[in-house]
């Protein structure tokens, strides 16, 4: 029987990939949508203006939107998709945890709290353990999971398979499209025949989620990774799928064909929307490249490519779709994990 499930912030661009990707999902049944209080009592196509590249799927379109509330939603439903804005998300969520739901979150407030666990799951899915001293030191029955930013969980994965040498100093420049600012985040006139060399807030999250990622949990408290990160974001005008230009410095010496097969060997996951494999690497030098490769896996994978030498370490490029990968599809992964793991 598939576990009921809603969307909170469901009229917003991810909130819309959201539901693309779990209309069909054998495992979850779409039984609740909120929105704001504008778009509560309407029926979900009333509600939103519709973007993403599909059909409003019909199971949903008819269904009525409710406020972002836990009293507005059905007992029934178990785990709760979170796509809010962080500045709504660290008001609410809390609010329906303490209700006893499981959010799965793709908003960036809480992501650096010690007991909020921020994963990958094909990264470090044993970070989800530190939802027991969540439940404890919280004092909640549900429990709340979050999935990084679009740009980090671009690179983070390639870094993952690259640990055994010893990860010193990373450097990562991104190329970010403008989906990730949101339909109305970047004006035409602003990116059309432009570069914009700076995201408000985006460096420092590069920065400091990679190293909680692939820190280590002793059961107890999670230790983040001591490698030194430096970023550099830029946005771009492609629509969709973040560029990531890396520099990778390590302990032990890395060759290219190294570090490539390493990355090509880097396992996947038994779950639906892990993809196999998890990070495809090209041998071309002009690849990966964003209209071309942002869909590998189903928009799941991460590309690597121009694997090579320099005076500054391992030198490549990565590529990750910023709204199924780096969004969307990623709160879903961390609800099949959630779901293997007995937490639902």
């Not at 008819?62 to 979170?82: H, I």
């Not at 970047?186 to 807030?201: C, H, K, L, T």
Request: include cysteine.
């Amino acid at each position: 029987m598939a576990v009921r499930v809603g969307v909170l912030g469901a009229t917003g661009a991810v909130g819309q990939r959201l539901i693309q990707l779990l209309d069909p999902h054998p495992d979850f049944e779409i039984a609740a949508l909120t929105a704001s209080e504008a778009s509560a009592g309407k029926t979900y196509r009333q509600a939103a203006k519709w973007r993403v590249d599909s059909p409003i799927p019909d199971a949903v379109a008819d269904m009525t939107v409710t406020a972002t509330d836990p009293d507005a939603v059905p007992d029934d439903v178990d785990m709760l998709f979170s796509s809010l804005p962080s500045s709504i998300g660290a008001d609410v969520e809390p609010g329906f945890c303490e209700a006893g739901y499981v959010v799965s979150s793709n908003s960036s407030n809480g992501r650096m709290d010690d007991d909020i666990p921020l994963v990958i799951p094909e990264v470090n899915p044993d970070h989800l353990d530190l939802l027991a001293v969540q439940r404890d030191e919280r004092g909640w029955d549900g429990a709340m999971v979050k999935n990084p930013n679009c740009s980090t969980i671009t690179f983070v994965p390639t870094l993952a398979a690259l640990t055994e040498y010893g990860l010193e100093k990373v450097h990562v420049s991104t190329l970010q499209a403008v989906s990730g600012a949101g339909y109305d985040g970047v004006s035409s006139m602003e990116i059309i025949d432009n570069a914009v060399p700076y995201i408000g807030g985006e460096e420092d999250k590069l920065e400091t989620e990679s190293r909680k990622l692939l820190g280590e949990f002793d059961g107890a408290e999670l230790t983040h990774n001591g490698m030194d990160v430096a970023a550099s974001c830029n946005r771009i005008p492609t629509i969709d799928g973040h560029l990531e230009n890396v520099w990778v410095e390590t302990e032990e010496d890395l060759t290219a064909d190294a570090a490539a097969e390493a990355m090509r060997e880097y396992p996947s996951l038994d779950l639906r929307s892990s993809p196999e494999p998890l990070i495809h690497v090209f041998e071309d030098p002009d690849r990966p490249q964003p209209r071309m490769d942002r869909t590998l896996g189903d928009g799941m994978a991460i590309a690597a490519g121009g694997l090579q030498e320099s005076p500054f370490g391992l030198q490549y490029n990565c590529l990750a779709h910023n709204t199924i990968r780096g969004a969307a599809g990623a709160s879903v992964l961390n609800g099949e994990l959630l779901l293997e793991n007995g937490y639902i």
